[in-house]
């Protein structure tokens, strides 16, 4: 692989409900990673509202950029140029975060390079914590499965910042799926984690839900398996007052685990893939991990907890090799609220 050049990245995310600012040096070592999360606020609405979303980032931008420069021992001076989530996300909050990051690399007189959410998700794999013991660099080709509340994809990632998309979902993503259900069983948003909460104490193999395999194709499906949930709460409703809220969520957890675990390790044998890579919010479910993690057919790499979900240290990381091939954005740039990523 050729060596890169050395640089330090201030990336700033707010595509969605978080605002977060991150340094990090060489496309791999974090400095520093503050994430406000508004999670609290919408948790009211049982979802993102985005009208509230957009003020909220618009109060958190300036302390948020303050505070990780602080906790890394930096000024502006002693970065090298600032990437920004440009889309996929909602538009009104992107917008926020795009402006803070040209106004601080015009007044710097640094490079801006716009950044695409899922492949910063899909860089969150190789990023490490600074002290940390350097952890292997995930190896080309790569199977790629990108769980998030908004996406469901494979991509094989024959190189850096290469991508051939295989699948997607046809309706639901992972997560959405995950937060659906989870309204569906009275569960607090956001949904994985209460989900996941749940089914700890669940029997996964009381209700056998609807897999959608999207057979000679490397799609996903996932509103079949939402009915059908819904489909069962109905009819236990008619049977009995309480629930059993806890087998519910296991078994349908479990369906969304054994579909993606076993499409992409399908995908990966037939592309002939060395390593394989999850990430995304979805990510962060504990069964997926150690569904993945207990394979030993291919290496796994799945970026820590605090990596799934929405951060600004990805956006640096995959900003860092954007800026490394001089794809440098002017201060034109626009937000693409929708904006896939092959
Ligand atoms: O990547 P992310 O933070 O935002 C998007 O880019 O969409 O993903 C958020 C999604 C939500 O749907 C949330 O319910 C899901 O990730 N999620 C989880 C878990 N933690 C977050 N799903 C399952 N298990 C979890 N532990
Ligand atoms: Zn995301």
Not at 21 to 40: F, K, Y
Not at 174 to 203: C, H, M, N, T, W
Request: overall charge negative; charged content about 20%.
């Amino acid at each position: 692989m050729t060596e890169l050049k050395p640089a330090r990245i201030l990336a700033i995310e707010t595509s969605c409900d978080e605002t977060a600012a991150a340094v990090l040096e060489n496309g791999r070592e974090l400095l520093a990673s503050v994430v406000a999360s508004q999670m609290e606020i919408h948790a009211r609405y049982g979802g993102v509202f985005p009208e509230v979303a957009s003020r909220q980032h618009v109060l958190s931008i300036t302390p948020v950029v303050e505070q990780v420069l602080a906790q890394a021992h930096l000024t502006l001076n002693d970065i090298d140029a600032v990437a920004v989530t440009q889309g996929p996300g909602l538009a009104g909050s992107l917008v926020v975060g795009m402006n803070m990051a040209k106004g601080l690399a015009m007044g710097m007189g640094k490079p801006l390079i716009g950044v695409n959410h899922l492949e910063g998700h899909l860089y969150s794999a190789w990023v490490y914590d600074s002290g940390e013991i350097v952890p292997p660099e995930p190896q080309f080709p790569l199977m790629a499965l990108l769980v998030s509340g908004g996406h469901t994809e494979l991509n094989l990632m024959t190189d850096h910042l290469t991508y051939q998309r295989l699948g997607s979902t046809m309706d639901d993503a992972a997560g959405e799926a995950f937060d659906k259900v989870a309204r569906l069983l009275e569960l607090s948003y956001p949904g994985g984690p209460s989900i996941q909460k749940a089914a700890e104490e669940g029997d996964p193999n009381r209700f056998q839900f609807a897999r959608s395999w999207m057979e000679g194709t490397w799609n996903f499906s996932f509103s079949g398996l939402k009915t059908s949930v819904l489909y069962q709460v109905r009819e236990l409703q008619k049977k009995q007052t309480n629930l059993p809220v806890a087998d519910l969520a296991a078994s349908f957890q479990q369906a969304v685990v054994d579909v993606l675990f076993k499409k992409t390790m399908m995908a990966a044998r037939e592309f002939g893939a060395k390593e394989i890579l999850v990430a995304g919010g979805v990510s962060a479910n504990r069964p997926l991990r150690q569904t993945f993690k207990a394979q030993t057919e291919f290496p796994v790499h799945i970026p820590p907890l605090a990596l799934c979900t929405d951060n600004a240290a990805m956006i640096a990381a995959a900003g860092y090799h954007r800026y490394a091939l001089g794809h440098v954005s002017g201060l034109e740039m626009d937000v693409l609220p929708t904006w896939p990523l092959s």
